[in-house]
């Protein structure tokens, strides 16, 4: 993932509209990826995952997809709802041994 | 399925004290256990690999002798912080291998850590 320790950037958002979040990530030999969601005080939350060899996987409410040739994720949010917000963290799995590198982070903020 | 619990939620200790922290995995055995650490308004960095019956392995930079790790069953990994300084406040988070079958790796809840 993306460098940590750098202040995580932050993403406004009406309710109802989209979101989309966006990690670039370190390792191009990576074949598995997930977006967590946190919230304050607890532990990440599975959202959703890609394995390298597809471009896109849609869940409920959830897209990621993935773009090899520019090491770049992004997670779509389809009418983006205020329990959607948190911190939303892309992770890779860089040599399939379940040990997971961070990106750093988006906060969402739903507005009403 | 897949469910990995985490105890304490919190604690608060004295600086020089010692905590243990513990990781379960409810549903299904874990041969391997992961600790995080997540400074605030940061991201998870990974500490160390706890493996069952065997040594944990520790990532750069992370001491080994004040992080102790024993993953003495399938089912429990656990996280001794020796020696506390405030510095170690922090959040830390577990994560185990997802049995056959299962999708994602999930995590524990986490314990906050505060040394007073």
Redesign the interface.
């Known amino acids: 993932g993306e460098s940590v320790g750098l202040h995580l950037p932050t993403l406004s958002v009406q309710e109802g509209d989209n979101s989309i979040i966006n990690c670039a990530y370190s390792n191009s030999a990576s074949d598995y990826f997930i977006w967590y969601k946190q919230e304050s005080g607890k532990g990440p939350q599975f959202i959703i995952d890609i394995r390298s060899n597809m471009d896109k996987r849609q869940g409920q409410r959830v897209t990621v997809l993935l773009n090899k040739t520019v090491k770049h994720l992004s997670l779509q949010i389809a009418a983006t709802q205020p329990g959607d917000s948190a911190v939303y963290f892309c992770a890779e799995d860089t040599s399939n041994d379940y040990k997971l590198s961070f990106g750093a982070g988006t906060t969402v903020t739903v507005r009403a | 399925g897949a469910v990995v619990s985490?105890h304490p939620s919190w604690v608060i200790c004295k600086s020089g004290t010692s905590v243990k922290i513990e990781c379960r995995s409810l549903d299904f055995q874990a041969t391997?256990m992961?600790w995080y650490r997540q400074f605030p308004?940061?991201?998870?960095?990974?500490m160390a690999?706890s493996n069952e019956g065997s040594k944990a392995t520790y990532e750069q930079g992370v001491e080994k002798d004040k992080f102790l790790i024993n993953h003495a069953s399938l089912t429990l990994s656990t996280l001794t912080v020796t020696s506390a300084h405030p510095e170690d406040s922090s959040?830390y988070?577990c994560?185990a291998?997802?049995p056959e079958g299962a999708?994602?790796?999930?995590?524990?809840?986490?314990t906050?850590l505060t040394v007073v």
């Open positions: 985490q391997t992961f308004k940061q991201s998870l960095m990974l690999t959040f988070i994560s291998s997802p999708y994602g790796y999930t995590f524990g809840s986490g906050r």
